[in-house]
């Protein structure tokens, strides 16, 4: 199979692990990555045709990871061309290859909410993936736009394209170091519930989303299942969400996103998370 982005921090998680799996991995990366366990490394540009082509030869599965991560990675026209061209022709050469299936990074941040310029907030809680999109950066913009492409493809070529719509995905030792920034800062985590994912969870669920039973185009949000910080959820909504609707009660620490998707789809569960105490909120 194809990993491209497989230099980067979910891409190396992932490669690592479907070859620990048994998987022969081809990886596409942007930079020289001299560590990487792969059975092939391919050093090119995601934008280009023929460096695409070459790294699907033989390969029957797409992990599609590459992309700048934020609206600040580079110029607007470079983070949206970047992201947008790359998984268009990632998608369309495996489409036209007759390649089965692929799963892409796509973000929450498909949504719009967390790197609006506005001061927005979600349409309700606990976010999940029909929640109504307000985008006001281009970095959102292109994740919308690469499940588009995703729903394009499968339309076009029948190629089935799961997108995972990752919240806040880095190794423990950071996010533990978020734990401490929102206990500090708590409301800088309230356009994204508070969420955050292991990148060896991430990794899992990209195996997952490579070996469901399922067709067709579809999005997934996927986090732990506990927020990020040492409060009580429904105390972050009363503090820094107040008038925003709650389609049903949130437990101790449960993160405000739903899980169902992936949880009964996939059979997706986080497996590497934070057993916090709970504190008290104070603000």
């Known amino acids: 199979m194809l990993v491209t982005g497989a230099a980067g921090r979910i891409g190396s998680a992932t490669t690592t692990h479907l070859v620990e799996l048994g998987a022969l991995v081809t990886a596409l990366t942007n930079v020289a990555a001299p560590d990487l366990k792969a059975d092939r490394v ?39 061309t970047i992201n947008t061209v790359s998984t268009f022709n990632v998608l369309a050469q495996a489409g036209a290859l007759g390649i089965d299936r692929a799963v892409i990074a796509s973000s929450i941040n498909a949504y719009g909410g967390p790197y609006n310029p506005h001061e927005v907030r979600p349409a309700y809680y606990p976010i999940d993936e029909n929640v109504p999109a307000d985008i006001g950066d281009w970095y959102s913009l292109s994740k919308q736009n690469d499940e588009n492409t995703a729903r394009m493809a499968w339309r076009h070529w029948g190629i089935d394209v799961v997108s995972f719509r990752f919240p806040h995905t880095n190794s423990a030792d950071v996010l533990r170091q978020q734990v401490d920034a929102y206990r500090e800062n708590p409301g800088n985590g309230v356009r994204e519930g508070w969420a955050y994912l292991d990148t060896r969870d991430a ?81």
């Open 203 to 283: 990794a899992y669920a990209i195996e997952l989303g490579l070996t469901a039973s399922l067709s067709g185009a579809h999005q997934f949000l996927v986090a732990a299942d506990t927020t990020n910080a040492p409060y009580e959820t429904e105390a972050l909504l009363d503090a820094f969400a107040p008038g925003v609707p709650r389609l049903r009660r949130l437990v101790g620490r449960e993160v405000a996103l739903d899980l169902t998707a992936a949880r009964t789809v996939l059979g997706f569960k986080a497996r590497h998370q934070f057993d916090l105490p709970t504190e008290r909120l104070e603000i």
């Open 42 to 80: 391919i050093v090119g540009d995601t934008r280009s045709e023929e460096d695409v082509a070459t790294a699907l030869a033989d390969v029957e599965l797409v992990v599609h990871l590459a992309a700048l991560p934020s609206p600040g990675s580079g110029t607007p026209y470079e983070v949206y």
